[in-house]
């Protein structure tokens, strides 16, 4: 007989479960514990550290167009790749090589140095939480790096030996520089540089105007993913303003493309050309060469990195003889037929002046003089602005001076030179003869072609501008302000130096024959003068030129040209520059539609029988 079953007694394992539970229970309350009260504080600062992020909201850079609304400089979208270091150390990654992982995978992205972006993402600074590994980036890049974050940390959900060495890399929308016209008018626009700022031309001159001011956003993320239901801070941008220059597109690529060819065949340092209109003083074009173009400033030349009209400063030679004659006839000193007898040779101080041709003695008119572009005459001129040299040299630099001679224009651009124009005391004895005729002191392009427009408009000088005004978010126009306007010469004067300068292109004699333009009266002068080079300081080469308006009896245009020390063909500014004035200057007629006038020219006389 089988003996009946019994069952055990279930209190002893109703006691090992309860103590299991009671040893689980009490291990998460001393977690909790631990947790909440002993590192309450700092598991609070990691979690913080981990979930808050702060970036930078880049305020769009304003764009620059020319007078017409056509883009010079743009702005397109672009982002910095930043990285939080406190985010790739052991007690965040559990590893300890995390910068050197990250680098590793950034480095071919970004086409930068893999040590490089070690350093920055294990700074010497522990507390460091933000460092820009790489500026303006284009969209694709970033979209690489963050393609490649997600892919990491997907993998991690499923893998845990996996880890998201990238969650601490981020990106601030930012914006990149673009030139859409390549190096046309470079020289005026500048470059931004890598923080964003402008670093030369109007880009630095108007910066506050077209950087705007940047904002920021807070918010939460984890494992570098954006937690959307964390909420979030933000102070919105403030974009920049939209700046129009006078500049035309089409005169000045004109000019641009002149002055580049002729500096080019001529072999020469550099040239320059600007187009002014006469009337309102605003620069119509200004064009350098050699230039660069600031898409791509790793392959420009820091020599040309600028803006050189405004930048160089030289003696003018020939061209300011226009100033001398302004003195002469406003001061009623003489008329445009009043006879000048020119020798040879001319003994004055201590030195022996001539022409730059052996001549029998000249029986000219003032106005032949001009023409003729005589030294001799100009000197012999300019002595009867006084009754003593001292006093005619007072009379010449006060005019000098209202012209604009030793001042800056009023441009505000950056690295602008004054020229140099020493006070009439402190003249040498040389310099008491040459400078009626352009040699002993210095200018730039665009105080050259200002002497120009004032004569263009009535004795007038009117203040250059480049800037016609800016244009806010709101989309309103905010005009600049209008330019200074001063009396130079009277209108008188301002008309009859008009004719003067038709002779030196019209007439047989004149030495601006090529500055011609059919169905047009034009007004211009020469100019030839020694080149002080800027490395030695000594006399080497020449500095070529050609100033003019036209059209000469209702002047609308100037077009001022130089060319530094051209080593192939001509030096002459008659042969080298004349032709770059009269190709831009025909093309800014037909651009601006300009019509000839039809007045017949004043055609003085420019010598005599004695």
Same mark, same amino acid.
Do not use: C
């Given at each position: 007989m089988s003996r009946p079953l019994r069952l055990g007694s279930p209190r002893p394992r109703l006691r090992l479960v309860s103590l299991a539970l009671t040893l689980v229970l009490l291990a998460f309350v001393v977690r909790l514990l631990q947790v909440q009260a002993v590192d309450a504080s700092s598991y609070t600062a990691r979690a913080e550290q981990n979930r808050y992020v702060v970036h930078t909201l880049a305020a769009e850079r304003g764009e620059i167009t020319d007078r017409n609304g056509v883009a010079l400089a743009v702005s397109e979208d672009a982002y910095d790749i930043t990285a939080d270091p406190t985010m790739f150390g052991r007690a965040q990654l559990k590893i300890s090589d995390g910068p050197e992982k990250a680098a590793a995978l950034l480095a071919p992205i970004l086409g930068q140095d893999q040590a490089a972006l070690v350093r920055k993402l294990r700074p010497a600074n522990k507390n460091s939480r933000y460092t820009r590994l790489a500026a303006r980036q284009t969209p694709q890049v970033w979209k690489q790096i963050k393609d490649l974050k997600t892919a990491l940390t997907n993998k991690s959900e499923t893998d845990h030996t996996t880890v998201n060495v990238l969650a601490g890399v981020f990106a601030? !929308?930012?914006?990149?520089?673009?030139?859409?016209?390549? &190096?046309?008018?470079?020289?005026?626009?500048?470059? +931004?540089? /890598?923080?964003?700022?402008?670093? $030369?031309?109007? #880009?630095?001159?108007?910066?506050?105007? =077209?950087?705007?001011? &940047?904002?920021?956003v807070r918010y939460a993320q984890a494992g570098g993913?954006?937690? !959307?239901?964390?909420?979030?801070?933000?102070?919105?941008?403030v974009p920049g303003s939209d700046v129009e220059l006078t500049i035309d597109r089409d005169i000045q690529w004109a000019a641009q493309d002149a002055i580049s060819e002729q500096v080019r065949k001529s072999k020469a340092d550099r040239g320059y050309v600007i187009v002014q209109d006469t009337r309102t003083g605003q620069i119509l074009a200004m064009a350098n060469s050699p230039g660069f173009d600031p898409n791509d400033l790793s392959k420009a030349d820091g020599d040309a990195m600028g803006n050189a009209a405004v930048q160089d400063a030289y003696e003018p030679g020939s061209t300011a003889k226009v100033m001398?004659? /302004? /003195?002469?006839?406003?001061?009623?000193? /003489?008329?445009? =037929?009043?006879?000048?007898?020119? !020798?040879?040779?001319l003994h004055r101080g201590d030195r022996l002046f001539q022409d730059d041709i052996d001549h029998a003695t000249w029986h000219l008119t003032l106005n032949g003089v001009l023409a003729k572009s005589s030294n001799i005459g100009t000197i012999l001129a300019t002595g009867e602005l006084g009754k003593t040299q001292p006093e005619a040299n007072k009379v010449l630099y006060s005019y000098l001076r209202k012209f604009g001679?030793?001042? !800056?224009?009023?441009?505000?651009?950056?690295? #602008?030179?004054? $020229?140099?124009l020493a006070p009439p005391q402190k003249w040498s004895t040389s310099q008491q003869y040459t400078i009626p005729f352009g040699q002993g002191f210095s200018i730039n392009a665009m105080q050259a072609a200002s002497v120009y427009s004032t004569i263009a408009n009535g004795g007038v000088r009117v203040q250059p501008t480049l800037v016609r005004g800016t244009k806010g978010a709101d989309g309103s126009f905010t005009p600049a302000p209008k330019p200074e306007q001063t009396r130079v010469v009277s209108e008188k004067t301002a008309k009859s130096l008009a004719q003067m300068l038709e002779s030196v292109v019209d007439d047989g004699q004149g030495t601006g024959i090529k500055a011609r333009i059919p169905g047009y009266r034009v007004a211009g002068k020469t100019g030839t003068a020694n080149r002080?080079?800027? +490395?030695?300081?000594?006399?080497?080469?020449?500095?070529?030129?050609?100033a003019g308006f036209a059209p000469a009896d209702n002047p609308r245009i100037t077009v001022y040209c130089a060319i530094q020390n051209a080593t192939s063909g001509s030096y002459f500014g008659g042969q080298i520059c004349a032709p770059i004035y009269k190709q831009v200057m025909e093309f800014a007629l037909k651009t601006l539609q300009v019509p000839p006038t039809g007045a017949k020219a004043a055609n003085l006389p420019v010598d005599y029988k004695p």
């Open positions: 601030d !929308p930012s914006s990149q520089r673009v030139y859409p016209n390549g &190096d046309l008018a470079a020289g005026i626009l500048g470059w +931004v540089n /890598a923080d964003g700022q402008g670093g $030369g031309g109007i #880009e630095q001159e108007l910066d506050k105007q =077209l950087s705007g001011k &940047d904002g920021k993913r954006q937690v !959307p239901t964390a909420g979030s801070t933000e102070t919105p941008a001398s004659m /302004a /003195a002469v006839l406003e001061r009623n000193v /003489a008329t445009p =037929l009043t006879h000048v007898v020119v !020798p040879n040779r001679i030793g001042s !800056p224009t009023g441009l505000g651009f950056p690295g #602008e030179t004054a $020229g140099i002080v080079d800027p +490395v030695t300081g000594r006399y080497r080469g020449y500095t070529s030129s050609f």
